[in-house]
């Protein structure tokens, strides 16, 4: 079992800037892929990133491509998200998951844990 807390979400003007961290309890953590997902109000939900379970890969929805980092610190069973020039359409509830499978899991589907989310709002 895997237990995910995110933090990190708020309010921001377009065009700034907002980091996302993603805790998990357990021992078996470095051995998961995870993913950032977001559902924006009346949209379905989607996968923005998806990290690898040693970060070697990792995967961008075009939407998030080049203003995007997903990163990772196993030692602190911790994944990150950081979003840099966010637009009002980045306004969404993200939540980190857990794949059980080490591998980037580009599909969004399959994954096994969940956080509770967090608001990002971004004002234009």
């Known amino acids: 079992q895997v237990q995910l807390v995110e933090s990190g979400g708020g309010l921001v003007q377009a065009g700034g800037a907002l980091s996302l961290s993603c805790a998990a309890s357990?021992?078996?953590?470095?051995?998961?892929?995870m993913g950032w997902f977001r559902q924006a109000p009346g949209k379905e939900r989607e996968l923005a990133a998806a990290i690898s379970w040693n970060g070697g890969n990792t995967y961008y929805a075009a939407s998030v491509k080049g203003r995007f980092t997903i990163s990772r610190d196993n030692a602190r069973n911790t994944v990150y998200l950081r979003m840099n020039s966010l637009k009002p359409e980045d306004t969404a509830v993200y939540y980190c998951a857990a794949h059980l499978s080490p591998v980037v899991v580009a599909s969004g589907m399959g994954y096994a844990y969940w956080g509770q989310g967090t608001q990002v709002t971004v004002s234009s």
């Open positions: 357990g021992r078996t953590f470095s051995s998961y892929s």
